[in-house]
């Protein structure tokens, strides 16, 4: 039996160490959080996340091999193996603001770690997504202070995505892992890999160098979130000329070499990871003095703020360019269906832009709404919140279909055109809703990257 740690029980944390405790029943697994309210939260019928599946996952091994503690230091102590899963936000001070790392909480925990521990062998699993030789400045540290304890440093990058993070951990696509090429760090890789095992068949996990895994977990966000961009960017040029994006992505995405994920053109992407990690490759390019990488991958991010701005002005320019005193009906607030998270939403930054036009908004979301309230807290203006869709429709001018919620394709919109202000629009912001149905119930209906349908002259 090996006691596993884990520090961060976050979107990351939680739900991973969950899969492990359930593949690996014989082994003992802790999540700690510095936050008591996230772990009597982890402890309770309401989990701190949602995410499909994992209170399913978490009763079968809450109090059997999975533990939810705020003791810390003990759980340093007694473990074998400590996973890193810590939030690693942008610098927003000094050297490298809006772009670095801030690093601060990453060393206070290998401190922690360094006086807490006292197994002779620990092995540390860099979970969280960080500079590349970040593990190395881990390791300096660890090995600062000679106490008898052996530390190796690998690191892990987890690759679930929200909203999907069980079916992700059921079945990844591989398992990264970098170690040192030397006995020790290759004996704590097998030791990682043996874990994943239990599940994973091991041909999809993969073991590399340290660097080569940290930098593989922020180039990969970085391309995913470039194929967004591009797509995007594609939407404005649709828009000028008449060409529809969801043919363009169709025909585009059946050609093998590109494939057709992540090729939905959208309002822009979100989420904790993407803004931050391309800033933290961009950084690191220029850090190593490659001031054209860093500028390729800052582009990506221009992009996407660019393309929440277009969606922004279209709603002003289409509503006679002024929004005073009109009812927007914001559908959805999660970065993405499927998630309560609001990390980087674009609904912030619209929202935002609506308000400054002394817009009134109304905000509906399956999931996100008490993060939105706190979002928004320190914003002023005509906020309101409303659980059902119905109702925050109701007196609108127009609808912003922001998250691509299931249920949103699914409401009565003969009903909430009725209750509605005429003219009324929608803006669909994930192209989700059909068009040409709302359409003949007689919206205006402004996709992205296609024809607008209006009934205006
Ligand atoms: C993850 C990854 O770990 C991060 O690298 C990636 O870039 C974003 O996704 P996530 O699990 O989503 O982070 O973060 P979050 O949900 O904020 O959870 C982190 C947890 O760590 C929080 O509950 C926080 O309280 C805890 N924490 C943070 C500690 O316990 N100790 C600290 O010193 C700092
Ligand atoms: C992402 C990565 O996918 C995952 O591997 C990594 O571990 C963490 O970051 P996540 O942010 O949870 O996961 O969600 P993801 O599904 O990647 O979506 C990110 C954003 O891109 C969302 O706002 C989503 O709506 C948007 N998106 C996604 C698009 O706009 N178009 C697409 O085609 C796909």
């Not at 039996?1 to 939680?14: F, Q, S, T």
């Not at 922690?112 to 521990?117: F, H, R």
């Not at 970098?178 to 994973?200: E, F, I, M």
Request: charged share 20%.
């Amino acid at each position: 039996m090996v006691n596993i740690l884990c520090i961060g029980a976050g979107y990351v944390g939680g739900p991973t160490m969950a899969m492990i405790a359930k593949h690996c029943p014989e082994h003992r697994i802790i999540v700690v959080d510095i936050s008591a309210k996230r772990i009597a939260q982890w402890n309770s019928e309401k989990l701190p996340i949602y995410e499909p599946g994992l209170f399913e996952v978490v009763q079968e091994v809450r109090g059997r091999n999975l533990f939810f503690s705020t003791d810390v230091a003990v759980g340093i102590a007694e473990a074998d193996i400590i996973f890193v899963s810590i939030n690693t936000p942008t610098k927003t001070y000094g050297e490298g603001a809006g772009r670095g790392t801030d690093l601060q909480y990453w060393e206070q925990v290998a401190r922690a770690i360094l006086s807490n521990s006292q197994k002779r062998n620990v092995i540390v699993v860099e979970k969280s997504t960080l500079p590349v030789r970040a593990a190395a400045a881990m390791a300096r540290i660890l090995n600062s202070e000679k106490n008898g304890v052996h530390f190796e440093v690998i690191s892990n990058p987890e690759f679930l995505a929200e909203g999907t993070a069980i079916k992700d951990l059921t079945n990844p696509d591989r398992i990264l892992i970098g170690g040192r090429s030397n006995q020790s760090g290759q004996k704590a890789c097998d030791t990682l890999a043996d874990l994943y095992a239990h599940w994973v068949p091991r041909e999809k996990i993969l073991l590399t160098n340290v660097w080569s895994s940290e930098l593989s977990k922020l180039f990969a966000n970085a391309m995913l979130a470039q194929r967004i961009s591009s797509i995007n960017s594609i939407t404005a040029l649709c828009e000028k000329t008449g060409a529809d994006i969801s043919e363009v992505s169709q025909a585009i995405g059946m050609d093998k070499r590109i494939g057709s994920h992540f090729l939905e053109a959208s309002v822009g992407f979100g989420g904790s990871c993407f803004r931050k990690d391309i800033r933290h490759l961009a950084y690191l390019c220029e850090h190593y003095d490659l001031p054209e990488v860093s500028q390729y991958w800052d582009s990506v991010v221009s992009l996407n703020d660019y393309q929440i701005n277009r969606f922004f002005k279209n709603i002003l320019a289409s509503q006679f360019n002024t929004l005073a005193n009109k009812k927007m009906a914001i559908l959805g607030f999660a970065f993405k269906p499927d998630t309560g998270d609001t990390r980087d939403t674009p609904a912030l930054p619209i929202c935002q832009k609506l308000l400054a036009e002394q817009a009134s908004i109304s905000i509906t979301d399956p999931q996100a709404l008490a993060n939105a309230r706190l979002e928004l807290a320190d914003i002023e203006g005509d906020i309101h919140y409303e659980e059902d869709p119905y109702k925050a429709a109701e007196g609108a001018h127009s609808l912003l279909l922001i998250t691509h919620w299931q249920e949103y394709r699914e409401l009565d919109y003969q009903r909430i055109f009725d209750a509605m202000i005429k003219p009324a629009f929608v803006f669909d912001g994930r192209n989700f809703l059909d068009h040409q149905h709302l359409f003949e119930i007689g919206f205006n209906v402004f996709p992205l990257g296609k024809p607008i349908l209006s009934h205006l002259q």
